[in-house]
């Protein structure tokens, strides 16, 4: 019988080539998306698409009830995916922003998580994985909420790690350096909902630089990769006897992994403020 996998924030970017790869090399996939037309759209291309947002509670509950009933109870694993950022200083951020961001990137996270580890606990094993980013350890400006709610999940996952050790349930957290999703643009999105600017101490900064940054963004990097990029690290940490606790991906991750542990913090302040 083909392992049974539930992926999340499918209809683009990580989480919809990693729903493509596995289900040509075999893996049940259950594929979610936020919006109904996107898992429709997964349904047309021959995957198993539904509808799951993290912030909607309801959604979360159904769609798991949905994928335990066709699976017979079983599911092998989980791919905690789907996340947005909301851009802006952090004294521009409304607290009910941040809130909302939250819900999505990690109140909804563990919501899901916590109603898929019964049917693992069943199965005697299972793999859960967590799509952190290389913002889950080391600071941005201007990026404080996004960097709050993944320092959040690498902590969180940690302990996950430990409590779930005894039953056989490993626990991996991925780091992505810039990969090329739109992650962006939806930023831009959130950006324009939550940040009244124009009203903000940093009017000016927003006029000479900030704006120019979000909407322009700062070109090519060649640091860059496509989100296929991240799959020999999903594939390790799916099928690996042992697998890591930590997948770095991308070449910023992985220096600056290392350079947290080798400077001094006033160098390393200085080294983020220039990022």
Not at 110 to 124: E, I, N, S, W
Not at 205 to 229: H, I, K, M, N, V
């Amino acid at each position: 019988m083909a392992k049974a996998i539930l992926i999340t924030g499918c209809s683009s970017g990580i989480g919809a080539h990693a729903a493509r790869a596995l289900h040509r090399s075999g893996w049940r996939v259950f594929a979610t998306c936020r919006a109904e037309a996107d898992a429709a759209r997964l349904r047309d291309a021959g995957l198993e698409g539904l509808r799951l947002d993290y912030a909607d509670p309801d959604s979360i509950r159904a769609a798991v009830d949905e994928i335990l009933s066709r699976s017979g109870g079983r599911l092998d694993a989980l791919f905690n995916n789907g996340a947005w950022a909301l851009p802006g200083p952090l004294e521009d951020v409304p607290t009910d922003g941040l809130r909302a961001l939250f819900e999505a990137n990690f109140f909804g996270w563990h919501d899901l998580t916590r109603q898929v580890l019964p049917a693992m606990r069943a199965r005697g094993g299972g793999r859960i994985v967590m799509c952190s980013s290389v913002l889950g350890f080391a600071p941005a400006k201007w990026r404080g909420a996004y960097v709050a709610s993944k320092f959040a999940l690498e902590g969180y996952s940690d302990v996950l790690r430990l409590e779930m050790r005894d039953l056989g349930i490993h626990v991996s957290l991925i780091q992505p350096g810039p990969i090329r999703t739109d992650f962006r643009k939806n930023a831009i999105a959130q950006f324009e909902r939550w940040i009244a600017w124009r009203n903000s101490a940093r009017a000016a900064q927003y006029s000479d630089s900030l704006l120019d940054q979000l909407y322009r963004g700062s070109g090519e990097s060649r640091f860059e990769l496509p989100p296929e990029a991240i799959m020999p690290a999903l594939r390790h940490a799916l099928d690996a006897r042992r697998p890591r606790a930590r997948y770095r991906v991308t070449t910023p991750t992985r220096v600056l992994a290392q350079v947290q542990g080798l400077l001094p913090a006033p160098v390393l302040e200085r080294l983020y403020d220039r990022v």
